[in-house]
């Protein structure tokens, strides 16, 4: 069985949880690691035997590894990616995809040109509330989609603050400073990943930020961005409409931070702020779906060492990052070597993250979330910030079509590996 050699650039806390479940796929042959920190990429290495490091980008892309895997800051997602594509490498990029619509075109054409494999490494396609809206959808159970509600509720003060300090340098406010809307794919996946359409046109307004701490406002990041919470209203293409809420300041801090409501011609689902999970019907019937997609918790072996680079908390690990499986996720499908690790994380996802982009990568086939998928959810942000700048003027999104007749999907084809 093939085996590929894949290199992380960037060794921060999402890379950390993630090693752990590369080293234990059976499609692994090896791991390489890119920091430009030298007592971070020292410290990484050492903790997870890892025996080739870089010091950047360039070095890594010149190496003999299949696969980078982009860990690094947001707004290098985009050149970091097609870098690594140019190189002839195999891509698995954190979101967002890109910080710009040129960078999005970009990535599309080089995917299209090199017949590389292209995957966004977007969690909420895996949570469970969207597995069983997908496949409910997907069997009419919803009828027509109406309308959906997508939600990324997380104030600054839950780890962010700590996230850009550790990845942003002498320079964190002004990169902590992102447009919301920048990091959209959270939200625009939720509904998008259900429904298979894309967003057509934006209506969006910012609130401004009204904090003393230097991050939000005129002149004081890289994209001189005011909105520390954005809503936009959204046209679809199937003729349904949508609501985005990326929200930075916001008094809420129960339950999931990432939301979803979608409502149908014959059903509704709707994900409460109790973490409540209700299925309505237009005939009056209601079921809750609590025990399908509730997560179990992930417990931490007593006496394991904690993992580098995630301090996000006095524990050493941000919440998101400890949660198992729900009943709805199809584990079945997973190599017994990922099912029986205690690396997990963001609702039961990254094992998915993990799993479909390596059979990807080997097998030639498209990810569920590849490029042009990538581009689809996060060009409306993109385009939502550009709409809150101007006062909600109503702007069309534009579309990157999808991939040719040459490619096939994984999900189609799902190769099991033992």
């Not at 099912?339 to 963001?346: E, V, Y």
């Amino acid at each position: 069985m093939k085996k590929i050699k894949v290199g992380f650039l960037g060794g921060g806390s999402f890379a950390s949880v993630l090693i752990p479940s590369f080293q234990a796929h059976p499609l692994v042959e090896d791991i390489y690691l890119a920091e430009v920190l030298p007592e971070r990429r020292k410290l990484v290495a050492e903790h997870f035997g890892i025996r080739h490091t870089f010091s950047g980008v360039e070095d890594l892309c010149a190496s003999d590894c299949d696969a980078v895997l982009v860990f690094t800051q947001r707004h290098m997602h985009g050149p970091h990616a097609l870098a690594a594509l140019e190189a002839g490498k195999h891509v698995y990029c954190a979101v967002p995809a890109a910080s710009s619509v040129d960078e999005l075109h970009a990535l599309c054409r080089k995917v299209q040109e090199t017949g590389l494999i292209y995957m966004m490494g977007e969690t909420s396609y895996y949570y469970p509330a969207q597995i069983l809206c997908r496949d409910r959808f997907r069997k009419g159970d919803f009828g027509h989609f109406v309308y959906g509600e997508g939600e990324y509720l997380h104030d600054m003060s839950h780890g962010f603050y700590e996230a850009f300090k550790n990845s942003g340098g002498d320079q964190w406010r002004r990169v902590a400073g992102v447009p919301p809307m920048f990091y959209p794919t959270h939200s625009t996946s939720m509904i998008l990943g259900v429904t298979g359409a894309r967003m057509t046109q934006v209506s969006c307004l910012g609130f401004r930020d009204r904090e003393d701490d230097e991050v939000f406002g005129e002149g004081r990041n890289f994209w001189d961005n005011p909105f520390s919470n954005q809503t936009a209203l959204f046209r679809t293409s199937d003729g349904g409409m949508a609501r985005v809420n990326e929200f930075r300041r916001v008094g809420m801090g129960a339950g999931n931070s990432v939301r979803l409501s979608l409502f149908g011609t014959r059903a509704t689902f709707e994900q409460q702020a109790d973490d409540h999970h209700v299925w309505t019907t237009h005939d009056h019937q209601r079921e809750c779906l609590d025990d399908w997609i509730e997560c179990a918790d992930l417990r931490i072996p007593e006496g394991r060492q904690i993992d580098p680079a995630i301090a996000l908390d006095q524990q050493g690990f941000q919440a998101d990052f400890r949660s198992a499986y729900a009943k709805v996720h199809p584990i079945d499908r997973l190599p017994a070597a990922l099912r029986a690790s205690d690396h997990n994380g963001h609702y039961g996802s990254h094992h998915f993250l993990v799993d479909d982009f390596l059979k990807a990568a080997v097998f030639g086939l498209l990810p569920p979330v590849h490029v042009w998928e990538a581009a689809k959810y996060t060009a409306p942000g993109l385009i939502a910030h550009q709409s809150s700048l101007q006062e909600g003027t109503r702007l069309e999104i534009p579309d990157f079509g999808g991939p040719g007749p040459n490619w096939e999907m994984l999900e189609a084809h799902m190769p099991h590996v033992a």
